[in-house]
């Protein structure tokens, strides 16, 4: 399974964009990079995943390198509540179940 | 959110002990996957399921059993509780292909 290397923390001011970046050098062609979150001690939560291509939903935007060696999460506009522990996987293949590997993750402080 | 949910939310029980943790989903998914959380260990799979009565051991099996009776529950028992099994369990589902959601989490802690 592709490893995935993150900062350990971060801090971004209230309002600004929280890019946080991941490497994940030994993805293989089929692997898609996922990121989650995890608030305080609740569940994580699903944030964007993608394999190839720039993506963006109502949470984030995933900018992913064109030899996909790496990607950055992209919170546009940072709130308060958006403090969290922040997780770059690479999602293994379905002959592994499709599980998820998680690392340290990064946690990111949003400070007013 | 999808509808998952776990119980029971807390637990105390005592060394020797059963332990059975229940995750319930209302999604019909055919995935379902036991996690467990630790300090400086993130989250580790302990156990999936792939079908109903299908299951697959995760990285940290040892001391777990899980089964899978009906689409919409997966449980997870410790035969008999150690201190080590003291953690947060975090229950997720997904569709084939599909991206994993997580349940609430339940707490237990092994005296």
């Known amino acids: 399974d592709a490893k995935t290397t993150q900062p350990t923390s971060m801090d971004c001011a209230e309002g600004r964009a929280a890019n946080l970046p991941c490497n994940h050098s030994?993805?293989?062609?089929?692997?898609?990079v996922y990121w989650y979150r995890q608030i305080h001690s609740q569940g994580p939560q699903y944030i964007i995943h993608g394999l190839k291509n720039n993506e963006t939903n109502e949470m984030a935007s995933l900018i992913i390198t064109e030899d996909r060696k790496s990607s950055t999460l992209i919170l546009p506009h940072a709130t308060l509540r958006d403090t969290a522990v922040y997780y770059c996987?690479?999602?293994?293949?379905?002959?592994?179940?499709?599980?998820?590997?998680f690392g340290q993750g990064t946690e990111l402080s949003v400070k007013p | 959110d999808a509808g998952i949910t776990q119980s029971p939310r807390h637990k105390v029980t005592e060394t020797g002990t059963p332990v059975t943790l229940r995750c319930h989903q209302t999604?019909?998914?055919?995935?379902m996957y036991w996690y467990r959380q630790d300090p400086g260990h993130g989250l580790r799979l302990i156990h999936y399921s792939y079908g109903v009565k299908d299951t697959d051991k995760g990285e940290v099996s040892d001391g777990y059993s899980v089964s899978r009776s009906k689409t919409e529950d997966f449980l997870l028992t410790l035969e008999s509780a150690t201190s080590s099994q003291t953690s947060v369990y975090f229950c997720?589902?997904?569709?084939?292909?599909?991206?994993?959601?997580f349940g609430p989490g339940t707490r237990l802690l092994v005296l």
């Open positions: 999604e019909n998914h055919r995935y």
């Open positions: 996987i690479v999602r293994g293949g379905y002959n592994q179940g499709g599980k998820l590997i």
């Open positions: 997720a589902i997904s569709g084939q292909g599909e991206t994993q959601y």
């Open positions: 030994t993805i293989s062609g089929n692997e898609y």
